[in-house]
């Protein structure tokens, strides 16, 4: 962690940010170490301090190692008035904008009137895009769970199964396999509801014929994981066997476009240009992927309008998908580590059109 903070330090002098507050959670996680629900980091100069509450005075105390933990209020942000080591006369201090609340700006700037308050953007964020090795080990081992449950799964999708039971399912293996909890809240969605990219388990029976979307993701020592899976409940018609066959190319095509040095909205072109060619492209409405590590979405973003650039030790998400209203859709995601010599797709479980 040290080398993450040493590499942040340079950015806030580059940027000429006198003071840091850091307060997403993701980003306490990653800089910090901190695994609790309430807590602020600052850096001014050469000091390091991680606030908490009395809740966490044991905790601070095996997580926290390169910041000197001051218990606080419950209301942290109420310490900085007193806080000692906060320059004396004007200074700079950078805030995290896209998390830090409208009430809260306002709160800082009355405590610490002396405050310049700047707003910035991917101070963190572009240091958590690029992974660590032991970082990559995390989301490889994550990647590996819910391969496992997939396999696992398979054997519960079956007519008259409820959705709703077989996102609780996949939940319970993750964690009896070894996660920490789940990524986000499980997705499984069928028949007419699989058109639905984002669609919530329900109460609705699966039937035999139709698409059945699993989309999940494991949490290990804090890193995650996402995959999806679409399978075909008894034999597949003509159609699906080619909206299926049409998004498991451009998947493929995305895939092994993958390499450092590539823009990120040349790799969605590539999946969306072959959809398009194959009569679809209205039916696929979202990015292609984006990064995943401590959050389930962090940069770079794949789509037609990013700006990113693929470094290496990224790991992303390639998910395209065809999704028709009123009849189903299809999509397949898989995790895929950056590297200098192309794709390396951590998740490995079948792919391939299944019949059940």
């Not at 695994?35 to 509450?53: K, P």
């Not at 939940?171 to 789940?182: F, H, I, N, R, V």
Request: glycine share 8%.
């Amino acid at each position: 962690m040290t080398r993450r903070i040493e590499r942040l330090e340079r950015s806030l002098k580059k940027n000429k940010l006198d003071v840091f507050l850091i307060t997403t959670p993701s980003h306490l996680r990653y800089l910090c170490g901190f695994t609790g629900s309430n807590g602020l980091a600052i850096i001014c100069g050469s000091r390091r301090l991680f606030l908490t509450d009395f809740r966490y005075k044991d905790q601070v105390k095996e997580e926290i190692r390169a910041f000197q933990p001051v218990l606080a209020d419950r209301d942290l942000l109420t310490t900085l008035e007193n806080l000692k080591g906060l320059p004396k006369v004007k200074f700079r201090l950078g805030f995290e904008a896209k998390n830090l609340t409208c009430s809260a700006y306002e709160k800082i700037r009355q405590l610490l009137p002396r405050a310049e308050l700047v707003p910035t953007q991917n101070l963190v964020e572009d240091l958590v895009a690029q992974k660590e090795p032991e970082e990559i080990e995390k989301i490889r081992r994550a990647a590996q769970i819910v391969d496992q449950v997939f396999d696992r799964i398979l054997s519960e999708i079956k007519p008259g199964a409820k959705e709703s039971d077989l996102a609780a399912e996949l939940e319970y293996q993750m964690k009896k396999s070894g996660a920490s909890g789940s990524a986000f809240e499980p997705i499984v969605a069928s028949g007419y509801r699989s058109a639905m990219p984002h669609g919530r388990a329900s109460q609705k029976r699966l039937k035999k014929g139709e698409f059945v979307t699993l989309d999940f993701g494991a949490v290990y020592d804090g890193y995650v994981s996402d995959l999806t899976r679409t399978v075909v409940l008894g034999r597949a018609s003509q159609r699906q066997r080619k909206v299926y066959s049409v998004v498991y190319q451009a998947q493929r095509k995305a895939i092994d476009s993958v390499q450092a040095g590539q823009q990120a909205k040349a790799v969605d072109r590539v999946a969306r240009e072959f959809i398009k060619d194959k009569g679809f492209g209205p039916n696929f409405g979202h990015g292609l992927g984006h990064g995943i590590g401590v959050q389930v979405h962090e940069a770079p973003v794949l789509n037609p309008r990013s700006q990113d650039l693929l470094k290496e030790n990224m790991v992303v998400t390639i998910e395209p998908g065809i999704y028709i209203s009123r009849w189903g859709g299809v999509r397949i995601e898989d995790d895929v580590l950056v590297t200098d010599n192309g794709p390396e797709v951590l998740t490995s479980c079948h792919s391939e059109l299944l019949e059940l």
